[in-house]
């Protein structure tokens, strides 16, 4: 098992920053893939970013490219989510989730573990 705890967001002007942090606990070591999703009102959840922690590679959606950038720190067992940039349709719950496996990185289905979720909020 793998405890997710998302931190970090909160009501940010348009052009503004945010960093999202995510806090893995449990059997870390299972936790090969960490991603980031989110889901605006009215929209389905979306992916973002992930980034594969041992290698440090990253992958992220087209709509974020440019301004966000994740990262992480194993010794920390913490990814981030650092996010410029921002517009008001970056509104929405941002969810970190982890796998166990490579590849897919994008793929909702392929993620085992969720964690609750963390408010971002864009004002125009």
């Known amino acids: 098992q793998v405890q997710l705890v998302e931190s970090g967001g909160g009501l940010v002007q348009a052009g503004g920053s945010l960093r999202l942090s995510c806090a893995a606990s449990?059997?870390?070591?299972?936790?090969?893939?960490v991603g980031w999703f989110r889901r605006a009102p009215g929209k389905e959840r979306e992916f973002v970013a992930a980034?594969?922690?041992?290698?440090?590679?990253?992958y992220y959606a087209d709509s974020v490219k440019g301004r966000f950038t994740i990262s992480r720190d194993n010794a920390k067992n913490t990814v981030y989510l650092q996010m410029n940039s921002l517009k008001p349709e970056d509104t929405a719950v941002y969810y970190c989730?982890?796998?166990?496996?490579?590849?897919?990185?994008?793929?909702?289905?392929?993620?085992?573990?969720w964690g609750q979720g963390t408010q971002v909020t864009v004002s125009s």
């Open positions: 449990g059997r870390t070591s299972s936790a090969v893939v």
């Open positions: 989730a982890s796998k166990g496996t490579l590849g897919s990185s994008s793929y909702i289905g392929s993620y085992g573990y």
């Open positions: 980034i594969t922690r041992s290698s440090g590679s990253t």
